[in-house]
Structure formats: structure tokens, C-alpha cells
Nanobody, 123 residues
């Protein structure tokens, strides 16, 4: 499975961005997806995860109520709608895929990773 993240950019605090992650290759089967991010000088951290059907989602406390994860399985694409952005959201955002349909917050639970897209939030 190959993952291609896009949609990052520069936005002012309080603004919005929508990230996309398109999967290609061996995309058959049901699998959970997730978004992680890594700020400069910090470790990569969990942001959000979603099950195959979309019925189960989970968010990091830092983004709860501001970010929404969703997916369109017909397009093999997962989205991260980010609203009310803050300067502390500045990071490279990565999408990741599991090999089973169970949501997870640990990096080691994900088998496939995209290349990352940079989100910069100015104050």
C-alpha cells in the first residue's frame, strides 16, 4: 500500500485546512487509518484515527473538537479537516494505514506510512 498525503500549507491562526491521504496499490481489504504529526524538534504524535466504516473515530485531546477525520472508501482516501488552527498545530502531518480494521493510537500499530505534508500556522 502506498499513501500520498496532500493539502498542507501556510494558514493564519484560526483558519482551516483539509488534508487528504490517497491510498494506492494493494488497497483491498478493510483497514483502519490514522493521522500523526511531528513538530520541529519533537517526537511524532498521534492526531486521529478512523475505522473502515467510519463508525469509530478517536482524537488526541489537543485536537478534539477542532479536527475531524473522515474517509471515502470508494476513492481510497482519508481526510483530516482542521479548523480553528493554532500555531502549535504547526507540524509535518503523516497519514498511516493499519492491516486490520481496529483503530489505534500507537505508531507501531501502523504498517504503512505516507511521506508527510507540512502545515504551518502563523500567529
Amino acid at each position: 500500500v502506498q499513501l500520498q498525503a496532500s493539502g498542507g500549507g501556510l494558514v493564519q491562526a484560526g483558519g482551516s485546512l483539509r488534508l487528504s491521504c490517497a491510498a494506492s496499490g494493494r488497497t483491498f481489504g478493510r483497514y483502519a487509518m490514522g493521522w500523526f504529526r511531528q513538530a520541529p524538534g519533537k517526537e511524532r504524535e498521534f492526531v486521529a484515527t478512523i475505522s473502515w466504516s467510519g463508525a469509530s473515530t478517536y482524537y488526541a485531546d489537543s485536537v478534539k473538537g477542532r479536527f475531524t477525520i473522515s474517509r471515502d472508501n470508494a476513492k481510497n482516501t482519508v481526510y483530516l479537516q482542521m479548523n480553528s488552527l493554532k500555531p502549535e498545530d504547526t507540524a509535518v502531518h503523516y497519514c498511516a494505514a493499519r492491516t486490520e480494521d481496529v483503530i489505534a493510537i500507537r505508531m507501531r500499530s501502523y504498517a504503512y506510512w505516507g511521506q508527510g505534508t507540512l502545515v504551518t500556522v502563523s500567529s
